[in-house]
């Protein structure tokens, strides 16, 4: 993949930031958003971002203040530069696709063709043909539609969506997969927060957090574990120094000692910009890669001790014994984990560790956020099920300042699922369908995306549409999945820009390009706005404020309508024109089959929405037994072979998922260069390696494939001994489709096992 990278290799390495955002921060947003529009656009956008009338944040999920104590900037650095990415004054138009062949756009990098700008009409590729050429929206969603129908089962069809995509349109969009045949609804949860799910759904019946903002607030002491917060959830940091204001802890957990975990600058505020800011981490425990499910159990088992020794002062028998089940198996098992092997799989002493216990001790209400850092592991989900252990020790689910955080990625991801994206939802979820819109939908679970991988590879799925995403560079394994897209009838992308799905593409390819956040959305009945809903489950409308990039957009809404009115037909009860003409329709139909939606149209008015109910605050565990439920989850370490360090693929400061901005990840110090691989200075001098040597990362696994990403740039980092850091996408390469984390099927793209051999040929 190496020729498809920037040449930007004038890598420059600082020491990496102690502190993040800050002035620093508000400087970089505005560069961006200048080099992309207008001042006049970035003004209109940023004024916007994040007001109670204005538009959602299309950057991460984290919750905005109650509308009275919103800021007039409530906004960060990143979600500055992601609004103005998408608000770019730059087209892509058809004269582009006449000048660049297929194959000459897919020699350029991922930067490259994000930074052309924004897609301004529909395209088609006919089989044999090299270049993209324009078609009109009815003949596009007519061939699509075709292709469709004459599959031999709808089980051929794969319909995946990314979570920027809105409510209303998740819904239709899962309401025609349904109504056409399929579950084979694959998404970006897949590839995220995937363990989590499955690890709460067990244990606690639902795949939710159950902490609020004002939790965050008022805790006395909060875990940030595998997540950069700095980077990827920036306003998450002014949350937790209010927790910080408010006499609470933190703790925070990371292979890397992340900038935004030690100390906050705030942008807007006077002692943001001349003071030295807040501390965030009280402590911070540099764990090895794949160590937290020992830390866990070492928790556990000094509560239970400590139970022991002084009864009835150190755990919560009220709630063990009302609400839960399985204690006593999992009190055994949590009591045999041996100090050897916690101390060899987390690198933490007993000192470091028995100092997090006592602020456990001290502390009444316990929250623990995480993120990739946990999920991306191949013992992800038993590592989240041991959290949950850990938190209902003390009673610390379903109390006001307590509970569990998986902090979203993607602005709508968990909205998308509420809305019933997902291959297997649950049986009550397609009976209210079934009630609301009289066709029986299939009851078969669909495919997630590896196994979608895996079938358009065998050649059992043969159309692929993506809607909000950018499949290709977001899955594992990019020369097996490049291969399987290939190998489809028809590829087709519901996209606002252009990216490597578009230049990786099956015989017949449509680029569908559509409004974004941004953009004013008007339709027959008048002007429209859409709902999302963020991490802690609060659902609230977002409304686009600028001219449409070109008068040939279609919204997701019309586009997915217009097609299954191609697909299908309109009848009375699927009324698709109806639901393009005006939003409020499908809201109505969401609330009569979505839970905890009644009254949606009324209640998303107000303004900052509403927030679903998450059953464990009202102490309702929706698992089989209708108890929240312990479990023994079994002591792993990743196996490591000597010789060979645990890869992370992570996010640098500077890029949107598979988008990068820029090649530059300014806290950890690292310039203009993406291809550098972070290892501990001791493991490079171990292994013989010098700082800023030149090598390839091999990956090895048991299929023998030697699978290879070229010329890389070592940089000495405090990386905790034996795990190094790259960027993704760029080592997708690497991550074997079969490697994915136990029960959730997530690619773990956190625990990849590589040696470093001399580049073979040079960068
Ligand atoms: N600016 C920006 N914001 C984003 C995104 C973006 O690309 N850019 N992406 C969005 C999306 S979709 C998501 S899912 C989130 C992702 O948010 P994060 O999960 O913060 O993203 P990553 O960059 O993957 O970082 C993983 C973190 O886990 C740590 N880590 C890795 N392995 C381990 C381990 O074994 N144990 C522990 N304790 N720590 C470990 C890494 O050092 C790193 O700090 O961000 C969202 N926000
Ligand atoms: N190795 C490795 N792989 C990973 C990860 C990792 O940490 N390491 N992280 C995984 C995670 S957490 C995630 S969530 C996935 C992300 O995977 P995806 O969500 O599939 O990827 P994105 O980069 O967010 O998609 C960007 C594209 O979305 C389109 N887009 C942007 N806004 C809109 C919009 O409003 N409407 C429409 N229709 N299109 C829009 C644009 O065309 C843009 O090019 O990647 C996963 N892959
Ligand atoms: S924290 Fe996330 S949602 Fe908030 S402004 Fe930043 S990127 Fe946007
Ligand atoms: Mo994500």
Request: glycine share 8%.
């Amino acid at each position: 993949m190496s020729s498809n990278e920037d040449p930007s290799d004038n890598l420059t390495v600082t020491p990496p930031k102690t502190w993040a955002t800050g002035v620093p921060a508000v400087t970089h947003a505005l560069e961006y958003s200048l080099g992309q529009t207008s001042v006049r656009r970035t003004a209109l956008t940023l004024l916007n971002i994040n007001q109670a009338k204005g538009i959602d944040c299309p950057g991460c999920a984290w919750p905005e203040p109650a509308p009275g104590k919103r800021h007039m900037n409530e906004y960060c650095e990143n979600g500055a530069k992601h609004i103005n990415d998408e608000a770019t004054s730059r087209r892509v138009t058809a004269d582009f696709f006449r000048e660049h062949s297929i194959a000459e756009l897919d020699g350029k990098s991922d930067y490259w063709l994000n930074q052309q700008g924004r897609l301004t009409e529909p395209m088609v590729k006919r089989p044999g043909a090299t270049h993209y050429e324009p078609i009109d929206w009815d003949e596009a969603l007519g061939l699509l539609a075709r292709e469709l129908k004459a599959l031999a089962s709808p089980d051929e069809a794969l319909f995946y969506v990314s979570g920027r995509l809105n409510n209303e349109a998740a819904f239709l969009l899962q309401l025609f997969a349904r109504a056409y045949g399929t579950n084979n609804l694959p998404d970006c949860s897949n590839l995220c927060h995937e363990s989590s799910g499955a690890a709460m759904q067990e244990t606690l019946g639902t795949g939710k957090g159950s902490v609020s903002l004002d939790d965050i607030h008022t805790s006395d002491l909060i875990f940030v574990v595998g997540q950069n917060p700095g980077t990827n959830h920036p306003r998450m940091l002014s949350a937790l120094e209010e927790t910080k204001r408010n006499g609470g802890q933190v703790v925070a957990v990371n292979t890397l000692p992340e900038a935004g975990l030690m100390r906050f600058k705030h942008p807007q505020r006077p002692r943001g910009v001349v003071g030295r800011g807040t501390t965030i981490a009280d402590q911070f425990l540099h764990i090895r890669a794949g160590g937290d499910l020992a830390l866990f159990q070492a928790l556990n088992r000094l509560l239970l001790e400590a139970e022991d020794a002084a009864p009835g002062t150190v755990l919560d028998h009220e709630f063990i014994q009302a609400h839960t089940t399985g204690f006593a198996d999992f009190a055994e098992h949590a009591r045999k984990v041996s100090w050897e092997d916690i101390h060899e799989a987390t690198g933490l002493s007993r000192e470091e560790i028995q100092a997090v216990y006592e602020r456990v001790l001290r502390s009444r209400k316990v929250i623990v956020c995480w993120a990739m850092g946990l999920t991306q592991h191949k013992h992800g989900v038993p590592t989240i099920r041991e959290v949950v252990n850990f938190l209902m020790l003390r009673g610390n689910i379903g109390r006001p300042g307590a509970g569990v955080c998986p902090v979203r990625g993607h602005s709508n991801v968990q909205g998308d699922r509420t809305m019933g994206v997902w291959e297997r939802m649950p049986q009550r979820f397609l009976d209210a369908l079934e009630r609301e819109f009289g066709f029986t939908p299939p009851t078969r679970h669909g495919l997630d995306a590896v196994n979608g991988i895996r079938a358009m590879y065998e050649d059992r799925a043969k159309v692929f549409l993506g809607v909000a995403g950018n499949f290709v560079r977001a899955t594992p394994d990019s020369a097996v999945t490049e291969e399987a897209m290939r190998k489809c009838r028809l590829t087709a992308h519901i996209s606002t820009k252009l990216n490597r799905s578009h230049t990786v593409c099956g015989d017949t390819a449509l680029i569908l390009p559509t409004l974004g956040r941004s953009d004013r959305d008007v339709q027959a009945t008048g002007e429209q706005f859409i709902t999302v809903e963020d991490s802690m489950s609060e659902v609230h409308a977002s409304r686009g404020k600028l001219p449409p990039a070109s008068p040939h957009l279609l919204s997701e809404v019309a586009i997915i309508s217009r097609l299954a009115r191609r697909t299908l037909g309109q009848t009375p009860a699927l009324p698709w024109e109806d639901f393009e003409a005006d939003y409020g329709t499908i809201r109505d139909r969401i609330s009569r089959v979505v839970p905890g939606f009644d009254d949606f149209n009324t209640r998303v008015a107000e303004p900052g929405g509403f927030r679903l109910p998450n059953p464990v605050n009202s102490g309702v565990f929706p698992t089989p037994s209708g108890k929240a439920v312990f479990t023994c989850n079994a002591f792993t370490m990743p196996d490591v072979p000597k010789g060979h360090l645990l890869l992370q693929t992570l996010r640098s400061h500077d890029q949107w998922n598979t988008i990068p901005y820029a090649p530059n990840d300014r806290y950890r110090g690292i310039h203009n260069a993406r291809r550098v691989v972070l290892v501990n200075p001791a493991d490079l001098e171990a292994l013989g390696i010098a700082d800023r040597d030149e090598v390839d990362l091999v990956s090895i696994w048991r299929d023998g494939t030697e699978r290879r990403a070229e010329n890389f740039r070592v940089v000495g980092y405090p990386a905790s001994r034996g795990s190094a850091a790259s960027y993704y996408p760029e080592t997708n390469v690497l991550v074997p489709l079969d490697s994915v984390a136990d029960i959730s099927n997530c690619p773990t793209s956190k625990g990849v096992v590589v040696r470093l051999e001399p580049a073979r040929t040079a960068g």
